[in-house]
């Protein structure tokens, strides 16, 4: 396993935005140093993933399994680019993607129980992680609900059977109304 990096790594990722140097400190020393190869699995759909990742270096893809055995790409990720943010604020949950590597990889990983012995401790540095993952969750959130409203909106416009416009509006009222599943 390669040495820690320091601070400057989490220097620019919104996700460590406003900690002091002591808090990245402090954040770094709980964190795991991670290296992988090109194809590598980091996070399996459907599995519980418990750990947080910065990817320092390197290039992802998140994926998700389709209908029919095809896998649809969501988003390419880059170097200082956060995944796993899920199972660390849901440690019930699966993961919702898979996460692959597509080129060789170094990232710094925080597991769930050290980041949650943090916050029991009162650490400042770990509510402000929660805090600035809360606004990343609720960023991807905004973008998802207006990528939904351009879906529902053109099987609207194109003619889609009434009943498939009914279960868009039916699901959408859940997700972003009642919030109720």
Same mark, same amino acid.
């Given at each position: 396993?390669?040495?820690?990096?320091?601070?400057? =790594?989490?220097?620019?990722?919104?996700?460590?935005?406003?900690?002091?140097?002591?808090?990245?400190?402090?954040?770094?020393?709980?964190?795991?140093?991670?290296?992988?190869?090109?194809?590598?699995?980091?996070?399996?759909?459907?599995?519980?993933?418990?750990?947080?990742?910065?990817?320092?270096?390197?290039?992802?893809?998140?994926?998700?399994?389709?209908?029919?055995?095809?896998?649809?790409?969501?988003?390419?990720?880059?170097?200082?680019?956060?995944?796993?943010?899920?199972?660390?604020?849901?440690?019930?949950?699966?993961? $919702?993607?898979?996460?692959?590597?597509?080129?060789?990889?170094?990232?710094?990983?925080?597991?769930?129980?050290?980041?949650?012995?943090?916050?029991?401790?009162?650490?400042?540095?770990?509510?402000?992680?929660?805090?600035?993952?809360?606004? =990343?969750?609720?960023?991807?959130?905004?973008?998802?609900?207006?990528?939904?409203?351009?879906? =529902?909106?053109?099987?609207? $416009?194109?003619?889609?059977?009434?009943?498939?416009?009914?279960?868009?509006?039916?699901?959408?009222?859940?997700?972003?109304?009642?919030?109720?599943?």
């Amino acid at each position: 396993m390669a040495d820690r990096p320091g601070i400057e =790594v989490l220097t620019g990722v919104p996700l460590y935005a406003g900690l002091r140097s002591d808090e990245l400190g402090e954040l770094l020393e709980i964190s795991e140093m991670r290296s992988a190869d090109a194809g590598e699995t980091l996070v399996t759909e459907g599995q519980p993933s418990p750990v947080l990742f910065l990817l320092l270096r390197g290039a992802c893809e998140v994926r998700k399994a389709g209908t029919g055995g095809q896998t649809h790409v969501l988003a390419t990720l880059g170097d200082k680019s956060v995944f796993g943010e899920v199972g660390i604020v849901a440690p019930s949950s699966v993961a $919702t993607a898979s996460v692959v590597t597509t080129a060789p990889a170094e990232l710094l990983t925080w597991q769930r129980p050290a980041i949650r012995a943090r916050l029991e401790a009162g650490s400042t540095a770990a509510f402000k992680v929660v805090a600035n993952l809360a606004e =990343v969750l609720a960023g991807r959130l905004r973008r998802m609900n207006d990528e939904w409203q351009k879906l =529902v909106e053109a099987a609207t $416009t194109a003619g889609a059977p009434a009943e498939k416009v009914r279960e868009f509006a039916s699901f959408k009222s859940k997700l972003l109304k009642d919030w109720a599943f």
